[in-house]
């Protein structure tokens, strides 16, 4: 039995809502009944009146959540307990980031950062989109940063956590060039020969991106998925060999692009999205636990804004 599904449970009896509740989880709809069904099977016995609208919990669910609650406040308890003995590693930052800005914007960012606002100690724990905002959620990290557009905004309410905006990106279509310079796939295609595509998972937060671009074009991009990856360093890989199409942030192919290794598949300024890129916390007056060193950061970051 695994904790969120404990989680998963009580957002569903407080919102009477799988949609609802899939959304406040970060998650989708189907991947949620999933681990509600789990949960179930655990207990070997039905929680949740599925023949009702709103979602009610059967009898054995009303007393399954009251044990639930009982045993994520004692998780949590033990946490907190456990942080307070902490000590060492009050000056350790860490931060969850997403695949694609882990290997592209944080190296870059945190060498400027270190210039001029000066020594900080940082753990970085790399994970999709849903996993690096569920570490902020579940307290396992102090800062997120993350792709945010206005088509895919990130479930964190305002009321419990603050943001600052590091600066944008730009997701583009990229191919390797072939010997005269030029790209060896260029956008729309045709139907009768499609551009091979390397795509981005299907759910993945960049694949949903890419999706905004298409829709968005006027016109049919004639497309043949390949493959597939939720990492945006794997899609450059088989770029780089000349398998085919991929759309990338402009910042993970920056080095690429100078040395004519990739080139733009489409025009400039067409096929392409801008994104910007966010930093979360918790409120500090809501927060489980607040290191000096993260604040320190936070007010830094601030008067950068300000400027």
């Not at 509740?21 to 681990?35: C, D, E, G, K, N």
């Not at 902490?86 to 694609?100: L, N």
């Not at 100078?258 to 930093?279: D, F, H, K, N, Q």
């Amino acid at each position: 039995m695994e904790t969120k599904w404990l989680e998963d449970f009580a957002s569903l009896a407080e919102t009477r809502s799988f949609s609802r509740s899939a959304q406040l989880r970060h998650v989708t709809q189907p991947a949620f009944s999933r681990r509600i069904q789990a949960l179930e099977a655990w207990a070997g016995i039905d929680l949740v009146d599925r023949s009702s609208y709103p979602t009610r919990l059967t009898a054995a669910g009303e007393t399954f959540h009251a044990q639930a609650l009982e045993m994520l406040d004692a998780l949590q308890a033990t946490r907190n307990m456990m942080r307070s003995h902490q000590g060492v590693g009050q000056d350790m930052i860490e931060f969850a980031v997403p695949h694609t800005l882990a290997f592209t914007f944080f190296p870059h960012w945190l060498m400027e950062l270190r210039q001029d606002f000066g020594a900080v100690k940082t753990r970085l724990t790399a994970l999709n989109v849903h996993d690096a905002v569920l570490r902020l959620i579940e307290g396992g990290c102090d800062l997120l940063i993350a792709y945010h557009h206005p088509s895919q905004p990130l479930q964190l309410g305002a009321e419990r956590y603050e943001m600052l905006s590091l600066g944008t990106e730009t997701l583009a279509p990229y191919a390797k060039a072939g010997p005269d310079g030029q790209p060896m796939f260029v956008l729309p295609g045709s139907a009768a020969s499609p551009v091979p595509f390397l795509s981005f998972a299907s759910g993945a937060y960049m694949a949903l991106l890419v999706d905004v671009i298409l829709k968005q074009a006027g016109a049919p991009q004639h497309l043949d998925p390949i493959y597939e990856t939720d990492m945006a360093e794997g899609l450059k890989a088989m770029a780089l060999e000349g398998h085919g199409l991929a759309f990338l942030p402009h910042s993970s192919v920056r080095n690429e692009l100078e040395a004519r290794r990739l080139v733009a598949a489409a025009p400039t300024g067409a096929l392409s999205l801008t994104m910007e890129v966010r930093i979360y916390r918790e409120r500090p007056e809501m927060a489980r636990h607040m290191k000096p060193a993260v604040q320190a950061l936070w007010d830094y970051l601030g008067r950068q804004v300000e400027t």
